[in-house]
C-alpha cells in the first residue's frame, strides 16, 4: 500500500483512473457537475434579476445549504450504517427531479422566489446526504488507501473543470435563452453520473449492524473526530473559511453587475476564471508525489485564498478582477482539497461517513450563516467591504492552523506510517 513516489505523471494516469469503478464515475461525474454549475450560475442570476435584492440572493443561498447544517451529522450516521452506493444513487435521482422542476416553472414563466427558496431547500436536503455519501464512497471505488490521494485530487479536477465550463456555458445561455434553459440540461446531465453508478460493479461490503442507538453512533463519531488533533484542526479551519470565505460566491452577481458594470456573461467568465484557478491547484495536487506536506500547503493555499478575496473586492478593473479571482480560486480549492485528502487518509473507515458528515456540516453546513452575513452586511456595508472581512478572516485562519503544524505532524505522521501510507524513514519528513 506504500505510494509510489519515483513519477508524479504515472500517478495520474496509473493511479486511481486504473480502477474501473473510478474511471465510470469520474467521466459521469464530470459531465453531471458541468449541469450542476449551469444551475448554480442561473439560480444566482435568477435570483437577482427578479429581485434585485442582494439580501434575497443570500437567503436563497442560505436556504440551498442549512439542511446540510441540520442533517450533515445524522446522515454520517445513516451512511455507516447503509449502503454508500445506494444512498448516491437515490440522491441523484432525487436531484434530478429537484432540477427538472425548478426548469418546468422557469421555463412556462411561472417561477417566482418563493419556488426558487422551496426547491433549494429541497436541494440542501439532498445534498445533505448525497455530499458525505460521495466523500465515503471514493474509497469504495478504489478499493484501497494507496490511491485515494491521488482519487481525491482527480475529483476536485473534475469539480473544478466543471467550474470552469459551468458558469461560462450558463452565462451564453441565460444571454441567448434565459435561465430555464440551465436548469433543464442540468436535469438531463444527471443522467451520466446515474448510468455510470448502474454501470459499476461494486464488492458489497459486509457492515456490522449496529444495535446502539443512532444517538450513541453519533456521539461516538463526535467524540472521534474533535477528540483526534489533526481532524479537529482541519474541520475547524473549513469551518472558519466556510462562514467568512466562501461566501462571496453568492455575492458574484453583485460585482458583476453594479461593481464591473456588466451582465450575465460577466458572471459567468467571473466564475469561470474562479473555476481555472481552482482547477490549477487541483492539477498541483495530482501531481504531487506524496501526503508528505499537505499541512503547510493547506496554510499557504488559505493564505492564497484570503489575498485573492482582497485583491478582488478592491479591484473595479475586469481584468485585475480576473487576476484576482483566478488566485482567491487557487486557494480556496487547495485548501478543500489538501484538509480532505488528509481527512480521508487517516480516518477510521467504520466512521468515514460520520466523519465525512462533520466536513460535509464544516464546508456546506456553515456556509449558510456565511450566505446570510454576506447578504445582510452587503445590504449594509456594500459587497466589496463585506469581501475584504472575508480575506482578513481566511488570512487570520491560516495563521492560526499554521501555529498548530508541530502537533498536527506528531499526531498525523504515526498514522501514516502505521497504514503503511508512507515508509517507516519518513517519519521525520515534514507535513
Given amino acids: 500500500m506504500q505510494l509510489n513516489e519515483t513519477n508524479p505523471k504515472s500517478r495520474f494516469t496509473r493511479g486511481a483512473l486504473r480502477h474501473r469503478n473510478y474511471r465510470l464515475f469520474?467521466?459521469?461525474?464530470?459531465?453531471?457537475?458541468?449541469?450542476?454549475?449551469?444551475q448554480r450560475i442561473a439560480v444566482s442570476w435568477l435570483v437577482y434579476r427578479l429581485t434585485g435584492s442582494a439580501f434575497l440572493l443570500g437567503f436563497v443561498g442560505f436556504a440551498g445549504q442549512i439542511p446540510t447544517f441540520i442533517f450533515g451529522s445524522f446522515a454520517g450516521v445513516f451512511i455507516d450504517r447503509s449502503s454508500r452506493y445506494r444512498i448516491l444513487l437515490i440522491t441523484q435521482i432525487l436531484a434530478t427531479v429537484q432540477s427538472a422542476l425548478l426548469a418546468f416553472l422557469t421555463l412556462t414563466g411561472h417561477v417566482a422566489v418563493w419556488h426558487i427558496f422551496l426547491l433549494s431547500l429541497s436541494l440542501g436536503v439532498i445534498n445533505a446526504f448525497d455530499m458525505p455519501a460521495r466523500q465515503s464512497f471514493v474509497v469504495d471505488m478504489v478499493e484501497g488507501r494507496e490511491d485515494l490521494p491521488n482519487a481525491i485530487a482527480?475529483?476536485?479536477?473534475?469539480?473544478?473543470?466543471?467550474r470552469l465550463a459551468g458558469p461560462a456555458l450558463a452565462g451564453l445561455a441565460v444571454a441567448a435563452f434565459g435561465e430555464g434553459v440551465c436548469f433543464l440540461l442540468n436535469a438531463l446531465s444527471f443522467v451520466t453520473i446515474i448510468v455510470a453508478l448502474l454501470a459499476m460493479k461494486i464488492k458489497q461490503v459486509e457492515r456490522k449492524p449496529s444495535t446502539a442507538h443512532p444517538w450513541h453512533d453519533l456521539k461516538e463519531g463526535y467524540r472521534y473526530a474533535f477528540g483526534f488533533a489533526p481532524i479537529r484542526y482541519l474541520l475547524l479551519l473549513l469551518g472558519l473559511m466556510s462562514i467568512m470565505g466562501m461566501?462571496?460566491?453568492?455575492?458574484?452577481?453583485?460585482f458583476a453587475k453594479d461593481v464591473l458594470h456588466g451582465g450575465a456573461h460577466t458572471l459567468g467568465f467571473l466564475m469561470g476564471t474562479l473555476g481555472v484557478g481552482a482547477l490549477v491547484a487541483a492539477g498541483y495536487l495530482v501531481s504531487r508525489k506524496s501526503v508528505l506536506g499537505l499541512g503547510r500547503v493547506t496554510v499557504a493555499m488559505c493564505l492564497l485564498f484570503g489575498l485573492g478575496l482582497i485583491g478582488f473586492s478592491l479591484s473595479h478593473q475586469i481584468i485585475l478582477s480576473y487576476i484576482a479571482i483566478f488566485f482567491a480560486g487557487s486557494g480556496m480549492m487547495g485548501a478543500?482539497?489538501?484538509c480532505n485528502t488528509i481527512i480521508q487518509t487517516v480516518v477510521d473507515d467504520e466512521k468515514r461517513g460520520r466523519v465525512m458528515g462533520f466536513h460535509a456540516m464544516a464546508i456546506m453546513g456553515m456556509a449558510p450563516f456565511g450566505s446570510l452575513m454576506a447578504g445582510s452586511l452587503a445590504s449594509h456595508i456594500g459587497a466589496p467591504n463585506t469581501v475584504v472581512l472575508?480575506?482578513?478572516?481566511?488570512?487570520?485562519?491560516?495563521?492560526?492552523?499554521a501555529r498548530k503544524l508541530p502537533a498536527f505532524r506528531k499526531?498525523?505522521?504515526?498514522?501514516?506510517?502505521?497504514?503503511?501510507?508512507?515508509a517507516v524513514d519518513k517519519i521525520s519528513g515534514p507535513l
Fill in 247 to 254: 461566501p462571496f460566491q453568492v455575492l458574484m452577481p453583485v
Fill in 390 to 401: 472575508g480575506g482578513i478572516s481566511c488570512i487570520a485562519a491560516s495563521l492560526l492552523f
Fill in 336 to 338: 478543500l482539497t489538501s
Fill in 154 to 162: 482527480l475529483t476536485s479536477m473534475v469539480v473544478n473543470g466543471a
Fill in 411 to 422: 499526531a498525523v505522521h504515526p498514522v501514516y506510517v502505521a497504514r503503511k501510507i508512507i
Fill in 26 to 38: 469520474f467521466v459521469g461525474q464530470g459531465l453531471s457537475l458541468v449541469g450542476t454549475w449551469m
